[in-house]
């Protein structure tokens, strides 16, 4: 029960493997990350970015939580994003959320939950700005899945009003930010349409001089 030995050893045989199929994998991991790719997604176990992308352990820089939310009051995002961008000089930050996400799922009824609520908040608001459309679709369904997909859109915004990204792009370091959303069913991605690449392309309210 302390131990967790299974773990330990479904570890020790995966690192086996990889050494078997190539010797050098982890003296050359151990060097440096080199990573263009930031993923923010969600902490859902079904949902991990390395597996979906079919990229190795050092390509792509992973932060996770309930929902794939960037919350300008989440000091761990925005340290996330700002190690990302500043340090490792990404070139791609990749919002990914996914269909039948729970996150959204209980932010859509009006059940209390616990501490989460002031979480799930965020995407009450999302709902909120959004709310003639997705009342508008047929079905629950539907509309669950439209709200999955306009929280993406809404958390790509909350990206690109960002200081972090904007001073980015002020000192001329290419960077985009897209929204992709996922489906369990059948594991295939979908761009959301949503790619923004320079501050000219966000609303002028949010944009820093």
């Given at each position: 029960?302390?131990?967790?030995?299974?773990?330990?050893?479904?570890?020790?045989?995966?690192?086996?493997?990889?050494k078997?199929?190539?010797?050098?994998?982890?003296?050359?991991?151990?060097?440096?990350?080199?990573?263009?790719?930031?993923?923010?997604?969600?902490?859902?176990?079904?949902?991990?970015?390395?597996?979906?992308?079919?990229?190795?352990?050092?390509?792509?820089?992973?932060?996770?939580?309930?929902?794939?939310?960037?919350?300008?009051?989440?000091?761990?995002?925005l340290?996330?994003?700002?190690?990302?961008?500043?340090?490792?000089?990404?070139?791609?930050?990749?919002?990914?959320?996914?269909?039948?996400?729970?996150?959204?799922?209980?932010?859509?009824?009006?059940?209390?939950?616990?501490?989460?609520?002031?979480?799930?908040?965020?995407?009450?608001?999302?709902?909120?700005?959004?709310?003639?459309?997705?009342?508008?679709?047929?079905?629950?369904?539907?509309?669950?899945?439209?709200?999955?997909?306009?929280?993406?859109?809404?958390?790509v915004?909350?990206?690109?009003?960002?200081?972090?990204?904007?001073?980015?792009?002020?000192?001329?370091?290419?960077?985009?930010?897209?929204?992709?959303?996922?489906?369990?069913?059948?594991?295939?991605?979908?761009?959301?349409?949503?790619?923004?690449?320079?501050?000219?392309?966000i609303?002028?309210?949010?944009?820093?001089?």
């Amino acid at each position: 029960m302390r131990v967790l030995k299974d773990l330990f050893d479904r570890n020790r045989d995966w690192a086996g493997k990889i050494k078997a199929e190539d010797p050098e994998f982890f003296a050359r991991l151990s060097e440096q990350q080199h990573p263009e790719y930031l993923w923010i997604g969600c902490a859902d176990s079904r949902v991990p970015a390395n597996q979906i992308l079919d990229l190795l352990p050092g390509q792509i820089f992973v932060h996770r939580n309930i929902a794939n939310l960037v919350v300008h009051t989440d000091l761990n995002c925005l340290a996330v994003i700002q190690f990302a961008v500043e340090v490792l000089k990404i070139r791609h930050i990749i919002v990914c959320g996914h269909y039948g996400c729970s996150g959204i799922r209980a932010a859509m009824d009006n059940r209390e939950h616990g501490l989460i609520d002031n979480w799930l908040r965020n995407i009450k608001d999302v709902y909120r700005y959004h709310e003639a459309q997705i009342n508008a679709l047929p079905g629950a369904q539907a509309r669950f899945d439209r709200l999955c997909e306009l929280n993406v859109v809404e958390q790509v915004a909350n990206v690109c009003h960002t200081s972090i990204v904007q001073n980015a792009w002020k000192a001329g370091q290419e960077l985009a930010v897209h929204g992709w959303i996922y489906a369990i069913d059948d594991g295939i991605l979908q761009d959301l349409n949503v790619c923004v690449t320079c501050p000219d392309e966000i609303s002028q309210i949010h944009r820093l001089t």
